[in-house]
T-cell receptor
């Protein structure tokens, strides 16, 4: 079992839809949880950062962490064609390591 | 542009040749990271520097790979005797001290080994 599991999709939605992306993980030592957005042939761009469990909202984006279920989610409201990208979950904090462990990424297309 | 800068952005090399990538982190970021990403996969950690000290290395970093950060500013990643399996995007990232574990990536350096 991989440390971080993420459905690669692809996921296709109409403009204005609510998008739900998620990851599961196996290592209970993870404390920091992040979502990155990556456009084709570009570096990942940090979207959301959460420490431990709870919710965090930033504009149209909401990140949720449920450590009891080892499950994290990213919700995108009022999705736009410019949101079309690959979304990567990442987590860290095991034993003081600086290493981020990433999911495979979910490819999202928002159709106008 | 004050982001993480990587050079070259694209490199095509023949199998067996050596290649070197350079990374200039965000100014005053004392922590610097190298990751590798292949198509359809998330980035995989290679190594981490705090200032000039290399503090963490992945098992992915075989003896053909070497990274340096001689003065605690820019970093280089060298791959010796390249193999086709080394074809990937090499990502550099940085963060300042005491800012959680969020890191900021550059645009990456694409390597194609033919």
């Amino acid at each position: 079992q991989k440390e971080v599991e993420q459905d690669p999709g692809p996921l296709s939605v109409p403009e204005g839809a609510i998008v739900s992306l998620n990851c599961t993980y196996s290592n209970s030592a993870f404390q920091y949880f992040m979502w990155y957005r990556q456009y084709s042939r570009k570096g990942p761009e940090l979207l959301m950062y959460t420490y431990s469990s709870g919710n965090k909202e930033d504009g149209r984006f909401t990140a949720q962490v449920d450590k009891s279920s080892k499950y994290i989610s990213l919700f995108i409201r009022d999705s736009q064609p410019s949101d079309s990208a690959t979304y990567l979950c990442a987590m860290s904090g095991q034993g003081g390591s600086e290493k981020l462990v990433f999911g495979k990424g979910t490819k999202l297309t928002v159709n106008p | 542009d004050t982001g993480v800068s990587q050079d070259p952005r694209h490199k095509i090399t023949k199998r067996g040749q050596n290649v070197t990538f350079r990374c200039d982190p965000i100014s005053e970021h004392n922590r610097l990271y190298w990751y590798r990403q292949t198509l359809g996969q998330g980035p995989e950690f290679l190594t981490y520097f705090q200032n000039e000290a290399q503090l963490e290395k992945s098992r992915l970093l075989s003896d053909r790979f070497s990274a340096e950060r001689p003065k605690g500013s820019f970093s280089t990643l060298e791959i010796q005797r390249t193999e086709q399996g080394d074809s990937a995007m090499y990502l550099c990232a940085s963060r300042p001290q005491g800012f959680g574990n969020t890191i900021y990536f550059g645009e990456g350096s694409w390597l194609t080994v033919v």
